[in-house]
């Protein structure tokens, strides 16, 4: 069997990100890291591919910063990396995005299960993982809390969902795209072995050409970014005995008609 | 028909409490395409809600009450939509960016090769094109996203980020119902049980959310003898004894900061942040949690943050508009008995 799982590298999540006076988007010297919420969806295929008896292989869509992902990816214990970049291709579109990673998957042919981490904190968004098993044409099982069976010989998953209103169990069919959330699983740390091996990896890079596939039209641009507008940050410090502070703070948030 | 489509979430029947913010801001873009505001409506009971959806401003409804689009399901949900969309070349799809408004409008967006916009805080038209303004980096900065003007744009809407619109009891609508696209035997995924989590307040639907952090183990009340962790059960104790009766008394969910939920205070279904959910309640009171920027990003859209933290340096007081320095062992009690006496509960 195999298991394919999409990641990228995305600022820091401690790091001040901040629009410049260019309208670039900076992050000072902060470096990048995997986007914090792959890092369970690259735990769980290393878990499948070994419960399997398969592989897992790690794709980032996107220019060559993404290796870092890829590499400590590698580090973290998946077998195989590649990357997919073109000049056609905007990482950041979602649809480019979906295509060039449903390509992906059909040009390895032998895949049973595609995973992502529940969202890119970059684009802030899920969205291309859904898009990407619609281009597969496979199911799509999203916000996974937990697998509880799957058999990926007889094609069967049956898993555990978190949605706002509580847990869902729903089975069904392999090919599958899932994404995973964050109580999965505990991701490892890297081994110092894997990564000095992930250090000398060299990462295949993907055309669109060698995927088969042309990106659409894009419905949509990213105009500019800008900063937080600044908030009131006169704090109102409420002072006295508990009971005088609560007094006082119920009469603010009463004036404040919030309660 | 060029039309604004909006699609009204139900659960077991009944719409949810943000469903008709879809509909507030799908008036507003309707009007300036001067195209009708059409409430897509599927599932069970879909002909009463289509009769609420008019009362609640849309002008037209299409319903589909059919037993496989019974409980939210992506394939037999997203067939429908793409065809719907595909008969009709909608200007836009709108809906509230919760769990199931995402995945079914990026799947039909996907499906019919459309743009897609999420996440949307403000939007307003330039022409025929739709700008909307969303978080980018975890809600560090913002993203200014224009739409080509062409073909169908989905977009969704942060809940809570825009106001249904007024409710004109006893409005008419014009329904109509359509056949479902998918049978049974189409249908890879079942359901086999939901177990809802029942008397507790969705973090992302509620006007006022009591959050706690890692002050929580800074419990008074001494574990009892032979508990594994004392500091894990003084929290758990903090939460369910002190937490959650001023949520209770405000009507209020509980939230948590990342710090609480990986020391196992309370489970991740609360936690609040950069990769836990992202709120935006007409109050939010932040109890012993220093205020990360990871923690910020999950809730600094909130109208009014009270800050109460035993550390008078702590950065979530550079975010609130009032603050306590104090114990939150002493305070938040203090705050429940005073509300209850205040609000006659």
């Known amino acids: 069997m195999h298991v394919v799982v999409f990641t990228r590298s995305t600022p820091d999540t401690a790091a001040k990100v901040v629009v410049d006076d260019n309208g670039n988007v900076t992050w000072g010297d902060a470096g990048l890291v995997v986007n914090p919420w792959d890092e369970y969806a690259l735990e769980e295929a290393i878990l499948q591919a070994k419960s399997g008896g398969g592989k897992a292989t790690v794709v980032a869509i996107g220019p060559e910063a993404h290796n870092d992902a890829l590499k400590h990816s590698l580090a973290m214990g998946l077998n195989e990396a590649v990357r997919v970049e073109d000049e056609a291709l905007d990482p950041f579109d979602s649809l480019h995005y979906a295509t060039a990673a449903a390509g992906a998957v059909n040009k390895m042919g032998d895949v049973d299960l595609v995973i992502f981490g529940k969202e890119s904190i970059d684009v802030g968004t899920d969205q291309h993982a859904y898009q990407t098993a619609r281009k597969l044409g496979w199911t799509m099982l999203s916000y996974v809390s937990r697998i509880l069976d799957v058999d990926y010989a007889a094609g069967t998953i049956r898993v555990e969902r978190m949605l706002e209103q509580g847990k869902q169990i729903v089975t069904s069919r392999l090919p599958a795209v899932m994404t995973v959330m964050k109580d999965i699983n505990e991701p490892r740390y890297p081994s110092f072995i894997g990564i000095r091996k992930a250090a000398k990896a060299q990462i295949p890079v993907w055309s669109l050409a060698e995927l088969g596939v042309d990106v659409p039209a894009k419905g949509v641009e990213i105009v500019a970014y800008k900063n937080l507008p600044v908030r009131e940050t006169e704090c109102e410090m409420l002072e006295g005995t508990p009971q005088e502070q609560a007094a006082a703070l119920v009469e603010k948030l009463l004036e404040e008609k919030v309660l | ?345």
């Not at chain 2, 507790?200 to 508990?227: E, F, Q």
């Open chain 2, 1 to 345: 028909m060029s039309a604004v489509f909006a699609w009204v979430e139900t659960f077991k029947g009944a719409a949810n409490p943000t469903s008709w913010e879809a509909l507030g801001a799908g008036r507003t873009l309707a009007d300036g395409l001067g195209v009708p505001l059409v409430a897509l409506i599927l599932g069970e009971n879909a002909e009463a809600v289509a009769k609420q959806a008019g009362e609640y401003g849309a002008d037209k409804a299409i319903v589909c009450e059919d037993a496989t689009l019974h409980g939210f399901r992506l394939e037999p949900y997203a067939a429908l939509l793409t065809k719907l969309v595909q008969d009709n070349s909608p200007a836009v799809v709108i809906a509230v960016g919760t769990s199931r408004g995402r995945e079914l409008l990026a799947a039909s967006a996907a499906d019919t090769d459309s743009g897609m916009i999420t996440e949307a805080l403000e939007l307003s038209l330039d022409g025929n094109k739709v700008v909307a303004t969303r978080p980018a980096y975890a809600g560090k900065v913002l993203s200014e996203v224009r739409s080509s003007g062409e073909g169908t744009l989905f977009l969704t809407i942060r809940g809570r980020a825009f106001k249904p619109n007024e409710l004109n009891s006893g409005a008419s609508i014009d329904i109509e119902k359509v056949d479902a696209v998918l049978s049974e035997d189409d249908i890879a995924t079942k359901i086999e049980s939901f177990e809802e989590e029942t008397g507790t307040v969705n973090l992302t639907d509620a006007a006022i959310i009591v959050s706690g952090g890692r002050g929580m183990a800074n419990n008074p009340k001494p574990a009892p003898d032979g508990v594994e962790d004392a500091t894990v059960w003084k929290a758990q104790d903090g939460f369910a004894n002190v937490i959650q009766p001023l949520a209770d008394v405000l009507g209020a969910a509980v939230g948590a900061s990342r710090a609480a939920v990986d020391a196992g205070f309370i489970p991740y279904a609360h936690q609040v942040g950069q990769t836990g959910k992202v709120v935006s309640p007409d109050l939010y009171i932040a109890c012993g949690i220093s205020g990360a920027i990871q923690h910020q990003a999950g809730m600094r859209s909130s109208k009014v943050i009270v800050a109460i933290n035993k550390d008078p340096e702590a950065p979530i007081f550079k975010l609130a508009r009032y603050g306590i320095v104090g114990d939150l062992y002493e305070v938040v009690p203090a705050l429940t008995e005073e509300l209850k006496k205040r609000l006659g509960k």
